[in-house]
């Protein structure tokens, strides 16, 4: 695919503009996480860990929303086989060059592939951009025959109020299309999607102060929560 026929004012989706549409933003992604993200990813990638490694079900994964393929190329150090999806094509062309492994162009709420084709899905701190939040589990259930992975921007964070202020002033605009999540409030989403389904739900959360005592718990606040439904 060529991805420079790609027209520059291409900045919608889902009828609404997007950052990730945007390459003025999409661009500098990896800095971002190279730079002020890089100990945040560190607990996230642990807590995310923690969680699906206690599936021993999972060796294959699909990662919708995997942008640069950050997470993509990180599974396999845990021992899971991943490819990605995403929506976006300034995304996907960095990929391309930084993740070996198979990659495709597509909206998770139609995920482009047969049911059961992977062990478990996984969305990282994509799935707050979505609109039908439950279709969007739906397909994640189809798809994956084990398991679903969230990593979260949680609610209970005092840096969601932080960048709700800095969008009243124009400022951060990568959250202004974004729904911020508790562990409850997902968890009354996924038990909408999949009921009449057979699951088990583990959660934890991260994003802690570095001055706190804990970087790690099983209490509702934190910057970022880790969720594991298992498929049964």
């Keep these: 695919m060529s991805f420079e026929l790609v027209k520059k004012d291409l900045t919608n989706w889902q009828n609404r503009k997007e950052w990730f549409f945007n390459r003025e933003f999409t661009d500098t992604y990896e800095q971002w996480y190279e730079g002020p993200y890089k100990r945040a990813e ?14 021993s079900r999972v060796k294959t994964l699909l990662e919708f929303g995997c942008g640069t393929a950050r997470f993509t190329r990180w599974w396999h150090q845990i021992g899971i086989e991943a490819s990605g999806g995403d929506i976006s094509p300034f995304m996907l062309a960095q990929a391309v060059h930084l993740f070996k492994g198979d990659l495709v162009m597509a909206d998770s709420h139609h995920m482009p592939f047969k049911d059961h084709t992977f062990d478990a ?3 990282i701190t994509t799935f707050e951009y979505y609109r039908d939040p439950v279709k969007v589990i739906r397909e994640a259930a189809r798809v994956g025959k084990h398991g679903i992975v969230f990593g979260m921007m949680n609610r209970n964070s005092p840096k969601v109020a932080r960048r709700r202020i800095q969008q009243a ?8 299309t974004a729904t911020f999540y508790t562990p409850n409030h997902l968890i009354s989403i996924i038990d909408e999607a999949l009921k009449g389904r057979q699951y088990s739900i583990e959660w934890t959360c991260t994003g ?4 706190f005592p804990l970087q790690q718990w099983s209490v509702p606040y934190g910057d970022f929560f880790g969720l594991y439904v298992k498929l049964l």
């Design 42 to 55: 560190v607990w996230q990638k642990k807590v995310i860990e923690q969680l699906v490694t206690k599936d």
């Design 208 to 211: 802690l102060p570095k001055w």
């Design 169 to 176: 002033f124009g400022k951060n605009p990568f959250y202004v």
């Design 121 to 123: 899905v996984a969305f």
